[in-house]
């Protein structure tokens, strides 16, 4: 009785490691991505800020689908002073 | 048909040269042996005041085997912003954005605007005739040379922005993919309270599969009008020294594009060799006309160089358009080839 309890806990410590450890291999990669997808909205609808920008078709024909790089690219914006900090906990710098 | 059977030519020059009487002249000499559409692209249309007829946005038929038609701007952007709007409010429709109409106005004055909905149309018509075979030789009179050539490097500037967009896509789906294999799950998004799947493969990305169709696009219009065998550039040019200047920027400017141009008109010369009875305010413009002359020889040595006298008359409706095609007969008999 008391293996198949120990057996059960350790299944389940062994799994919420790999999902830790899953977790922390993606979060480099889930950091460049969403980095990626900012700099993706800023040259195509860079214009709207001022920057350079392709030909305007260009942007109006992708603004329909940027919904969520539009969000990224704001939530992005409005952490801009805090990103040395973010940078700083994801390289565990303390 | 493929695109290959028919022919496209483009006439470009300064404002006020006489491209519009050269364009119909040639389409209706050329329409005399095979099926001829002739469009006027220039803003400040006179395609139908040369005609001496009344032309609209549909092709009119102005003989048996000439068709000629004068693209109606305001028309043309509207729908070129319309079927922009109409995406937006299909794919945001959920986000309740309502009145986008209203921006429609706004977005008509985007740089940039007038010259891709002027491309957009050249686009409609030459892929509808690619389809159709309706007619052997497209003849395109352009607006003054400074929109005529945004409108030409627009498809080579659009394929370099395409190009490095669909990098930095690729880019983006590839961290996506690894994502979903080492979590075993797609990437999820929230958009004002709805949960969306990321799209990690080329094929579900709309932003991609988009990126995919301008490219086809591109690719499409620059295979028709940087192939020497489809399309024939004509500048034409008065013999006076600046329409000459901008003339040969136009050519070089053209030249880096990759696309040729390979004759040169220069209309309304006075070719007159008897000058001693002449008033003096004459003989200076024959001299200066002989120094512009000079200079087309210098400038357009690989261009075959076509000669049009000034005439007494203005060369308006058809009798007097196809005693103008005369001059141009070395340009339709090679076009026709």
């Given at each position: 009785m008391k293996g198949k309890i120990l057996k059960k806990t350790l299944r389940k410590v062994l799994s919420l490691a790999g999902n830790?450890?899953?977790?922390?291999?993606?979060?480099?990669?889930?950091?460049?991505?969403?980095e990626l997808e900012n700099v993706f909205t800023l040259i195509v609808l860079g214009s709207f800020i001022g920057l350079p920008s392709p030909p305007t078709t260009i942007s109006l024909r992708l603004l329909p689908y940027m919904a969520r790089e539009i969000i990224i690219s704001t939530s992005v914006s409005s952490r801009l002073s805090d990103m040395l900090a973010e940078m700083a906990g994801l390289?565990?710098?303390? | 048909?493929?695109?290959?059977?028919?022919?496209?030519?483009?006439?470009?020059?300064?404002?006020?040269?006489?491209?519009?009487?050269?364009?119909?002249?040639?389409?209706?000499?050329?329409?005399?042996?095979?099926?001829?559409?002739?469009?006027?692209?220039d803003p400040a249309h006179n395609l139908g005041d040369?005609?001496?007829?009344?032309?609209?946005?549909?092709?009119?038929?102005?003989?048996?085997?000439?068709y000629a038609i004068e693209v109606d701007?305001?028309?043309?952007?509207?729908?070129?912003?319309?079927?922009?709007?109409?995406?937006?409010?299909?794919?945001?429709?959920?986000l309740r954005v309502l009145n986008l109409d209203r921006y429609i106005d706004v977005l008509r004055h985007s740089p940039g605007i007038e010259e891709y909905a002027t491309l957009d149309k050249m686009m409609e018509i030459l892929k509808s005739n690619t389809k159709s075979g309706k007619y052997d030789v497209i003849v395109f009179d352009t607006p003054p040379t400074g929109l005529t050539l945004r409108i030409m490097a627009l498809p080579s500037i659009s394929a370099i922005w395409v190009e490095k967009l669909m990098k930095l896509r690729e880019a983006i789906l590839d961290?996506?993919?690894?994502?979903?294999?080492?979590?075993?799950?797609?990437?999820?998004?929230?958009?004002?309270?709805?949960?969306?799947?990321?799209?990690?493969?080329?094929?579900?990305?709309?932003?991609?599969?988009?990126?995919?169709?301008?490219?086809?696009?591109?690719?499409?219009?620059?295979?028709?009008?940087?192939?020497?065998?489809?399309?024939?550039?004509?500048?034409?040019?008065?013999?006076?020294?600046?329409?000459?200047?901008?003339?040969?920027?136009?050519?070089?400017?053209?030249?880096?594009?990759?696309?040729?141009?390979?004759?040169?008109?220069?209309?309304?010369?006075?070719?007159?060799?008897?000058?001693?009875?002449?008033p003096k305010e004459l003989i200076t413009k024959l001299s200066r006309e002989r120094e512009a002359l000079q200079l087309i020889n210098n400038y357009f040595?690989?261009?075959?160089?076509?000669?049009?006298?000034?005439?007494?008359?203005?060369p308006?409706?058809?009798?007097?358009?196809?005693?103008?095609?005369?001059?141009?007969?070395?340009?339709?008999?090679?076009?026709?080839?």
């Amino acid at each position: 009785m008391k293996g198949k309890i120990l057996k059960k806990t350790l299944r389940k410590v062994l799994s919420l490691a790999g999902n830790l450890l899953r977790a922390k291999s993606v979060e480099y990669i889930y950091v460049e991505l969403r980095e990626l997808e900012n700099v993706f909205t800023l040259i195509v609808l860079g214009s709207f800020i001022g920057l350079p920008s392709p030909p305007t078709t260009i942007s109006l024909r992708l603004l329909p689908y940027m919904a969520r790089e539009i969000i990224i690219s704001t939530s992005v914006s409005s952490r801009l002073s805090d990103m040395l900090a973010e940078m700083a906990g994801l390289f565990e710098v303390t | 048909m493929s695109r290959r059977s028919f022919k496209v030519v483009f006439f470009m020059g300064k404002g006020g040269v006489g491209k519009t009487t050269c364009a119909a002249a040639f389409a209706l000499g050329m329409s005399i042996r095979k099926r001829t559409l002739v469009v006027s692209l220039d803003p400040a249309h006179n395609l139908g005041d040369v005609f001496g007829m009344r032309l609209s946005d549909e092709p009119k038929r102005i003989t048996d085997n000439l068709y000629a038609i004068e693209v109606d701007f305001e028309k043309m952007i509207s729908k070129h912003l319309k079927s922009l709007t109409d995406k937006v409010k299909d794919i945001y429709g959920y986000l309740r954005v309502l009145n986008l109409d209203r921006y429609i106005d706004v977005l008509r004055h985007s740089p940039g605007i007038e010259e891709y909905a002027t491309l957009d149309k050249m686009m409609e018509i030459l892929k509808s005739n690619t389809k159709s075979g309706k007619y052997d030789v497209i003849v395109f009179d352009t607006p003054p040379t400074g929109l005529t050539l945004r409108i030409m490097a627009l498809p080579s500037i659009s394929a370099i922005w395409v190009e490095k967009l669909m990098k930095l896509r690729e880019a983006i789906l590839d961290r996506r993919r690894i994502i979903e294999e080492v979590t075993g799950e797609k990437i999820k998004a929230v958009v004002k309270g709805k949960e969306f799947e990321m799209p990690s493969d080329k094929e579900e990305d709309p932003i991609y599969k988009e990126l995919i169709r301008m490219k086809k696009e591109i690719d499409f219009i620059n295979s028709i009008i940087k192939d020497p065998k489809v399309s024939t550039i004509v500048l034409v040019v008065n013999p006076e020294v600046l329409p000459i200047f901008e003339a040969k920027r136009a050519l070089e400017f053209l030249s880096k594009l990759g696309m040729n141009v390979r004759y040169v008109i220069v209309n309304k010369v006075f070719a007159i060799s008897e000058t001693t009875s002449l008033p003096k305010e004459l003989i200076t413009k024959l001299s200066r006309e002989r120094e512009a002359l000079q200079l087309i020889n210098n400038y357009f040595k690989d261009q075959v160089v076509i000669k049009i006298p000034l005439l007494y008359e203005e060369p308006k409706g058809l009798d007097k358009l196809t005693t103008f095609s005369r001059y141009l007969s070395k340009l339709i008999n090679d076009a026709v080839v």
